[in-house]
């Protein structure tokens, strides 16, 4: 446990704060490849973190929400700050929603400088995206240290040197 608390604290120096997280987004699309396999689709996203989720404020019928819908397994890497990981998509609904007051405030602030300009909080399309994290790498002084992050059990294990 205490390794995985170490990881956490990694995180939330990284990403929390009410910071702005660009993530790359990657979902599964609706539609397989010319082979039939499932085709992965990647974007990039403005993200705020706590506690093991990122939080991501979205039109409920753009093709990521449609995407989740269908298959809600999903994968995230956090631009420049080497970190990647597994999670589930889960849409919370419309930001308006008095269930999502508090979520609702912490986005706004992290977003502050464009979320009015982004975002029309009028359409019940406006929506909180959930990535609850399942797994991931926080990558440490260019593989330096590794730590392997297990957020459903809450566990971590580290490769190279020990934090």
């Keep these: 446990m205490e390794k995985y608390a ?6 939330e120096e990284k990403f929390g704060s009410s910071k702005d997280n660009v993530l790359g987004l990657a979902t599964i699309a609706l539609e397989p490849s010319t082979d039939g396999k499932p085709r992965p689709i990647v974007r ?4 705020f ?5 990122f939080y991501v404020v979205t039109y409920g019928k753009s093709a990521k929400m449609q995407q989740i819908a269908q298959n809600n397994e999903v994968a995230i890497a ?3 700050e080497w970190f990647n990981a597994s999670g589930v998509g889960e849409n919370m609904g419309w930001v308006m929603k008095p269930e999502n007051a508090e979520m ?3 986005l706004r602030k992290a977003f502050e400088e464009w979320y009015d300009m982004a975002n029309n909080e009028d359409s019940e399309n406006c929506c909180i995206l959930k990535i609850g994290l399942t ?3 926080i990558n440490l002084n260019h593989n330096e240290t590794l730590i392997y992050m297990d ?3 809450k566990t971590a294990t580290v490769k190279g040197k020990d934090i």
């Design 151 to 153: 957020f459903v059990n």
């Design 104 to 106: 609702r405030t912490k």
């Design 44 to 47: 990039d996203v403005n993200a």
């Design 6 to 11: 170490k990881g956490m604290t990694i995180l």
């Design 49 to 53: 973190y706590e506690d093991g989720a």
């Design 78 to 80: 956090v631009n420049f």
């Design 135 to 137: 797994n991931g790498i």
